[in-house]
């Protein structure tokens, strides 16, 4: 074979970028991350955040990723250049630390929304601490429980819709797939409590106008460029991609929505949380510019929707996967002669119901992606390990929720019953579950975590009961395990078909 000659443009050219690569990747090995050479991790990613991306477009989950790198490498480990994941609860308390707040990574602005031509960032993007607190201080009351209960009957409105669908569908066909009424349900529910109307999913049992699949893409972008949002502001946020981008869809309804309600009058003419929003731009307008408050609306119908869906899902999954924890669930609920639907007052103090969805959570955590931090320059002691400033730093949240040391021994089993004190009420049960709520993720801990949680609470402990109470529920296939996304970094739960019949109780 003839050679190729040595002043080959093409050869030369090609031999210039091998060797300009491999000298950027021994610079970044050797200088950039020495600070970080006592952690860790594969050499792939301690070379470049690509080795991340590679996994996931191979459909491997986050959660895989971590757990495998936490049983090769331990506790503390490296999963990017300067990316540091913990699977230690102690690392709770400083990344998380409610005064000395950690600030939210870079990758979190990779979820910024274009509207109007203008890059958005939302309530969860948001990386300022200043605003965010200044943002906090006007809102935080219409989320407290109090002030949820005003949204209450926006939920009973659906809870009654959902179950009246859901006995004429199961009178045609007995097998339905409840995940996505339950889905639906949460949409219309989260676009009530927000805008005092819904958008019709469960009417048209569809996604109209596309604003599920929007929510879907939002989550999974940031799912793929996560590790790079650097390259992907520069491809996808720069000034003249967004002057010519069209519209998301997200922030396309979230403007529609806050203009409709300033063309009936603004201000005062219907009781949800727009209306609190409102309320806040006219105390602080210097915080609540128009950009922001469709940042929060888009964060209000992105965040507080599927996920909460997802819960419910995984939970009723779960509990028709394990029928003693069914039946002591439905005996605490018959006990407590609920209303229809169920109210607020009655739910909440069910022990047992409550104790279904934190095991629920606890083995079907939402979020599959990390939740990543900043640390700052003068650097971080987490969990006996020193991080550098400039360090990202994650918690390993799947190997938390079934670490035996705070679990017990049986990490991988269904049992609600770990989350209840015994009547005694001893000391070791105090402490175990003081040791299980110190290491619960499932809304974040510390100054940023779910603003909106106790919204999901009250649509859960009430949509649940509803269902458990009105039908006898039973798994079409109980021996498939729980459907999962491979390129979302939440989990979202669409897929659970189930036969329905009019609930039969003993006499």
Not at 262 to 290: C, H
Not at 440 to 451: A, K, L, N, V
Request: glycine share 4%; aromatic share 8%; with cysteine.
């Amino acid at each position: 074979m003839e050679a190729i000659p040595r002043n080959n443009p093409t050869v030369l050219f090609s031999l210039f970028v091998f060797s300009v690569t491999a000298l950027l990747f021994l610079w970044r090995l050797f200088f950039q991350s020495r600070d970080l050479r006592h952690i860790p991790g594969p050499l792939g990613a301690r070379l470049t955040n690509f080795w991340l991306v590679s996994k996931y477009r191979r459909g491997i989950l986050f959660k895989d990723i971590a757990l495998d790198l936490n049983k090769r490498y331990g506790p503390v480990v490296r999963y990017g250049p300067r990316r540091v994941l913990f699977s230690d609860a102690s690392a709770i308390n400083v990344i998380f630390n409610t005064r000395n707040t950690l600030p939210k990574a870079e990758s979190y602005e990779v979820m910024n929304q274009i509207v109007n031509g203008k890059v958005i960032s939302s309530w969860a993007t948001t990386r300022d601490e200043a605003h965010i607190s200044a943002m906090k201080k006007q809102v935080i009351s219409a989320f407290t429980t109090t002030a949820i209960l005003d949204y209450e009957p926006h939920i009973d409105h659906n809870i009654n819709f959902l179950v009246a669908k859901l006995q004429k569908d199961s009178m045609d066909s007995p097998e339905v797939n409840i995940a996505k009424f339950i889905i639906f349900f949460a949409f219309d529910t989260i676009c009530r409590i927000a805008f005092s109307d819904d958008q019709g999913f469960m009417a048209k049992q569809a996604d109209l106008g596309n604003t599920l699949e929007a929510a879907r893409l939002r989550f999974q972008h940031w799912h793929f460029w996560g590790p790079l949002p650097a390259l992907e502001r520069l491809l996808f946020k720069n000034r003249f991609v967004a002057r010519t981008s069209s519209t998301s869809l997200l922030g396309k309804l979230a403007s529609e929505r806050l203009q409709s309600r300033m063309e009936k009058g603004g201000l005062g003419t219907e009781s949800d949380l727009l209306d609190r929003y409102l309320q806040a731009a006219q105390r602080d307008p210097a915080t609540f510019t128009p950009s922001t408050l469709i940042g929060i609306l888009i964060s209000t119908i992105h965040a507080g929707a599927e996920t909460t869906a997802s819960t419910v899902n995984a939970c009723l999954y779960n509990l028709l996967r394990n029928p003693d924890a069914l039946a002591k669930l439905r005996a605490e609920l018959d006990a407590a002669n609920l209303s229809s639907p169920p109210l607020w007052s009655e739910v909440s103090r069910l022990r047992y119901l409550e104790a279904c969805f934190r095991e629920s959570m606890r083995l079907v955590p939402l979020l599959i992606n990390p939740i990543e931090r900043d640390v700052p320059p003068s650097g971080a002691t987490v969990a006996g390990t020193f991080v550098p400033g400039g360090t990202v730093v994650s918690l390993n949240v799947h190997a938390l929720n079934r670490d035996p040391a705070v679990y017990g021994e049986d990490v991988d089993s269904f049992r609600p019953e770990r989350w209840l004190l015994d009547d005694e009420g001893d000391e070791g049960d105090e402490a175990r579950r003081a040791r299980m709520q110190r290491a619960d993720m499932t809304f974040s801990q510390g100054r940023r975590s779910c603003i909106g949680q106790h919204i999901a609470w009250i649509e859960m402990k009430k949509v649940l009961p509803a269902l458990l109470t009105k039908f006898d529920i039973e798994l079409v296939h109980p021996d498939e395990p729980l459907s999962m996304p491979t390129k979302q970094l939440v989990v979202l739960i669409d897929n659970l078909h189930v036969r329905l019949s009019p609930r039969k109780v003993e006499s």
